[in-house]
């Protein structure tokens, strides 16, 4: 089974701070993606990446960038945290260009900014 | 564009009873369409695709999808509800030459005891 990993399931931080979130995955999918989910909004695309080093902005990229140095690890970024990224985090991967391939999910990290 | 609309942000079923929730997509050409599931806390799941093999498609845990195209619509259905069917789903679209996902606004399915 596929397994995508993030690395914190909750994170508390403060206005102004630098925000990492990881994410790894095991099957060397070549696209990651970052997503946030907020109440009545579904999910909506941050960045995403296809490619070691490559990267595209999605929906919703302002105040987050994104770093993809291995294959397996996508990091998002947010430069100085504000208390309207308050949100779930969830990272996706999927294998190569095909329409009909599925993105697999992480568990989400439930990051919280006061 | 392309993209999902949900059209119940919640559903309430008695466990046993069949379960229906509705999307209807837009898209100029035959689209990729999905169906997850998110149960509290979790990542989402696969619970099934349509990639025009077959008009229904059949997914996990007793679930099914028809892809209309008449009627631009892909309802879930599941013929008797279980209580741990109770999660919220997403209907989602893969526009054509995209690599993301279009998500619906999701919709909350209840099951009563």
């Known amino acids: 089974d596929v397994k995508v990993t993030q690395s914190s399931r909750y994170l508390v931080k403060r206005t102004g701070e630098k925000v990492f979130l990881e994410c790894v995955q095991d099957?060397?999918?070549?696209?990651m993606f970052w997503y946030r989910q907020d109440p009545g909004l579904g999910l909506r695309l941050i960045y995403f990446s296809y490619d070691v080093k490559m990267k595209e902005k999605g929906d919703i990229p302002e105040g987050y960038s994104v770093s993809r140095e291995k294959k397996e690890r996508f990091s998002l970024i947010l430069e100085s945290a504000s208390t309207n990224q308050t949100s779930m985090y969830l990272c996706?991967?999927?294998f190569g260009r095909g329409n009909n391939q599925p993105q697999h999910f992480g568990d989400g990290t439930r990051l919280s900014i006061l | 564009a392309q993209s999902v609309t949900q059209l119940d942000s919640h559903v309430s079923v008695s466990e046993g009873t069949p379960v229906l929730l509705r999307c209807n997509y837009s898209?100029?050409?035959?689209?990729?369409l999905f169906w997850y599931v998110q149960h509290p806390n979790k990542g989402l799941q696969l619970l099934l695709k349509y990639t025009s093999a077959a008009t229904l498609v059949k997914g996990i845990n007793g679930f099914e999808a028809e892809f209309k195209k008449s009627e631009t619509s892909f309802h879930l259905t599941k013929p008797s509800a279980h209580m741990s069917d109770a999660a919220e789903y997403f209907c989602?679209?893969?526009?054509?030459?995209?690599?993301?996902?279009?998500f619906g606004s999701g919709t909350r399915l209840q099951v009563q005891p």
């Open positions: 099957m060397d999918h070549e696209n």
């Open positions: 989602v679209v893969r526009p054509t030459g995209r690599r993301a996902l279009t």
């Open positions: 996706a991967s999927s």
């Open positions: 898209s100029s050409y035959s689209p990729s």
